[in-house]
């Protein structure tokens, strides 16, 4: 099978099994450059699994995944890392920021594994801090963050080695709303800025709102859901 004519990144027929509970049955999956694809669907439905395959995380027992022209399935474990840290960026529910470092030097850490010095890595990474509207915490520690905050510190640190995929996995399931649609508004502007994909596994229709599209997974099968407006 052929990915879709201009997608960036696409799944094809998908099926995972965790011994006798099939995680993901069939699931489809396609995202342009630039896209925010928000990933609904109840909870075991088969999302966190559909995002760990999209990113070469989690190997599917059978189905195709193309990425930029290329077959995840076809690469090395190596090369599927090397990917993954050139051009793929992750934002989770609980921002798993390293307590011991700053802010700042949570952001720039994406960098200095790539081999960046600490001053280019730290320059960068205040850039992206300001945009996130969290640059006055770069000398904090984590734990001395609000949920809010750290969350922003952390899609800063997904976006700062200019990932052309963003993968977020419920980025705002520990917030309040407020603090959820501020995170959401910044992510989503940054992502479009850089023309980066946004694959957002959400359960929430006000995090959804913030997609182009939806994408409702069920029972490890997932389909296009038109925006109800
Ligand atoms: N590592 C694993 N080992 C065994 N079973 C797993 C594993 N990961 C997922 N599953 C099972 O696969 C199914 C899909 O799980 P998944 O985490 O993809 O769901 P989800 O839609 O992300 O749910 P939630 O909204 O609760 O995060 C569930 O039945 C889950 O129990
Ligand atoms: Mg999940």
Request: with cysteine; hydrophobic share 40%; charged share 25%.
């Amino acid at each position: 099978m052929t990915p879709p004519a201009g997608s960036l990144l696409s799944a094809e027929q998908l099926r995972k099994a965790y011994g006798p509970t099939a995680a993901l049955d069939g699931a489809e999956f396609s995202i342009h450059p630039g896209e925010v694809v928000a990933v609904m669907g109840p909870s075991g439905s088969g999302k966190s699994t559909l995002l760990h395959c999209l990113a070469g995380i989690v190997t599917p027992d059978s189905g195709t995944i193309t990425y930029n022209g290329h077959e995840l399935s076809a690469m090395s474990d190596s090369q599927r890392s090397a990917l993954r840290r050139s051009d793929f960026g992750f934002v989770f529910q609980f921002g798993q920021l390293v307590p011991e470092l700053t802010c700042v030097e949570n952001v720039a850490l994406p960098l200095r594994l790539n081999g960046g010095s600490r001053k280019e890595a730290e320059r960068a990474a205040l850039t992206w801090m300001e945009r996130l509207e969290v640059d006055d915490l770069r000398k904090k520690r984590p734990s001395e963050v609000s949920g809010g905050q750290g969350q922003r510190v952390a899609v800063a640190r997904s976006l700062v080695t200019n990932p052309r995929v963003l993968f977020a996995d419920e980025p705002t399931g520990a917030l309040d709303s407020l603090n959820g649609e501020r995170v959401m508004e910044l992510l989503t502007d940054a992502a479009r800025s850089t023309n980066a994909a946004v694959v957002l596994v959400t359960h929430e229709a006000r995090v959804a709102a913030y997609s182009d599209r939806e994408v409702v997974v069920r029972d490890g099968k997932s389909r296009d859901m038109e925006r109800a407006v």
